[in-house]
T-cell receptor, first 111, second 113 residues
Framework: DAKTTQPPSMDCAEGRAANLPCNHSTISGNEYVYWYRQIHSQGPQYIIHGLKNNETNEMASLIITEDRKSSTLILPHATLRDTAVYYCIVRVAGAGNMLTFGGGTRLMVKP | DTAVSQTPKYLVTQMGNDKSIKCEQNLGHDTMYWYKQDSKKFLKIMFSYNNKELIINETVPNRFSPKSPDKAHLNLHINSLELGDSAVYFC????????????FGSGTQLSVL
């Protein structure tokens, strides 16, 4: 799996967009970018994933740069309940080996 | 209905004891996993189990053993508990092995005294 780099923590004002960056400069052509989050005292929750096109679902948007070396997870209108640790994971889909989590970004949404 | 459920939520026990944590998923998934989250909050994969094929993270002590009575259950047995086993243990499932959309349980906080 490609190595990812995320800032350890970020703050965001409630109601504003939260933009969480992830660097994955060694990503290879068949590796996807996955995002999970872990709200305090809960299990991780899948958010979104993508290969090279931007993706959007009911939870978030994923913007992947053209060279695929970095991506940004966007929570368009952050709420207090979005306070969590956000994990960016890069790996080949269906690789068969087990999903591993790094340190993630601790997002604090403030009123 | 909770998709992935674990019991118990909290487990406090003495060193040297043997304990089990149960996990059940009602999603019809083929693959189940156990993860350990230590006090520094790092999530580490322990096991992956799919159609009776067990994949073990080589760093997991053999005191830990998963047992799967059927596709919907993957229980975690721990023998001779040690202080360092204190952590939160998460069960997860996915549609197939290598499918990266995992569904996690709410965790079992194990405290070894």
């Amino acid at each position: 799996d490609a190595k990812t780099t995320q800032p350890p923590s970020m703050d965001c004002a409630e109601g504003r967009a939260a933009n969480l960056p992830c660097n994955h400069s060694t990503i290879s052509g068949n590796e996807y970018v996955y995002w999970y989050r872990q709200i305090h005292s809960q299990g991780p929750q899948y958010i979104i994933h993508g290969l090279k096109n931007n993706e959007t679902n009911e939870m978030a948007s994923l913007i992947i740069t053209e060279d695929r070396k970095s991506s940004t997870l966007i929570l368009p209108h952050a709420t207090l309940r979005d306070t969590a640790v956000y994990y960016c994971i890069v790996r080949v889909a269906g690789a068969g080996n087990m999903l591993t989590f790094g340190g993630g970004t601790r997002l604090m949404v403030k009123p | 209905d909770t998709a992935v459920s674990q019991t118990p939520k909290y487990l406090v026990t003495q060193m040297g004891n043997d304990k089990s944590i149960k996990c059940e998923q009602n999603l019809g998934h083929d693959t189940m996993y156990w993860y350990k989250q230590d006090s520094k909050k790092f999530l580490k994969i322990m096991f992956s189990y799919n159609n009776k094929e067990l994949i073990i993270n080589e760093t997991v002590p053999n005191r830990f053993s998963p047992k799967s009575p059927d596709k919907a259950h993957l229980n975690l047995h721990i023998n001779s508990l040690e202080l360092g086993d204190s952590a939160v243990y998460f069960c997860a499932s996915s549609h197939a092995a290598g499918n990266e959309k995992l569904f996690f349980g709410s965790g079992t906080q194990l405290s070894v005294l």
